[in-house]
């Protein structure tokens, strides 16, 4: 069995994207999407714990990490990717982790009922997110992108997270940074990403609701406790209205909580997975 991340590459709706592969290939596969601005590798501790019974695969979602950078950043179009991913890999039955943007990926994905899907684990995410907090994401963004060295790129991180598990931000950091043509380094994922002036269409709180309520597969919530994108009046409701639901709060953690809190994380997962 190896658990050392293998990385891999396939055609997706035209698109070359990058994944990263870890465990036995003949073990239970697991998808593994990241959140905005995240990329493959920011998830290699949680797939290492989990490759002695898991395929975990780790997907670069469209403008992300070492996949192609496109003009569609919509939602339709990722979940489409996920299609697309499930289906070249041949996997029959599996499992599906998403987080933030990759959750809301991952709960229109699971609303369409697709083949396959077994269980489900939605991370700090939900049908309605909280206009503060995603007012700092999108502050952070647009904060300055380049660096003199990786070393300042991880400092910006720290200064960003105080929460933050320092193996797990330099880890992130280190892999989600590229060395530019004037010697500076900048993050990897596309730039269109970062300018509000782009438009990336995403399903109304009615649809993203829709969605949540088609959702027929057993289905983990985990919340951090300290999260400004994911009211916790919006997870009672989303436990509420969907009876496949359970829900975990990661105490201590705040929205990045595979950054913040990888071992409650990750404890999390282990036992309802």
């Not at 073990?27 to 998830?43: I, Q």
């Amino acid at each position: 069995m190896t658990t050392n991340p293998r990385d891999e590459y396939a055609l997706l709706n035209g698109l070359r994207f990058h994944f990263r592969e870890s465990g036995d290939r003949s073990a239970r596969p697991l998808v593994v999407l990241h959140g905005f601005t995240g990329h493959a590798a920011s998830w290699d501790s949680f797939a290492a714990a989990m490759a002695g019974r898991y395929r975990v695969l780790c997907l670069d979602q469209r403008g992300h990490g070492e996949s192609d950078w496109t003009e569609d950043y919509s939602t339709e179009a990722m979940v489409s990717d996920v299609a697309a991913f499930v289906g070249a890999l041949g996997l029959v039955k599996y499992d599906l982790l998403g987080l933030s943007m990759g959750g809301s990926n991952a709960i229109h994905f699971a609303g369409s009922n697709p083949a396959g899907l077994e269980r489900l684990v939605i991370v700090d995410i939900g049908p309605e997110i909280v206009r503060s907090g995603l007012g700092r994401i999108n502050s952070g963004v647009q904060a300055a992108d380049t660096f003199d060295t990786p070393e300042d790129a991880i400092a910006a991180g720290r200064r960003a997270n105080a929460r933050a598990d320092e193996h797990e931000l330099r880890h992130r950091v280190r892999n989600n940074l590229l060395l530019t043509a004037d010697g500076k380094w900048t993050y990897r994922y596309d730039r269109r990403l970062r300018d509000s002036s782009q438009s990336r269409p995403r399903p109304s709180t009615d649809e993203n609701w829709a969605a949540w309520q088609r959702i027929d597969v057993p289905t983990l919530l985990i919340r951090g406790s300290e999260s400004d994108i994911l009211a916790s009046e919006i997870a009672a409701k989303m436990v509420e209205t969907n009876s496949n639901c359970r829900f975990v709060e990661v105490a201590g953690s705040g929205h990045s909580i595979p950054l913040e809190a990888p071992r409650g994380f990750l404890e999390a997962v282990r036992t309802f997975l």
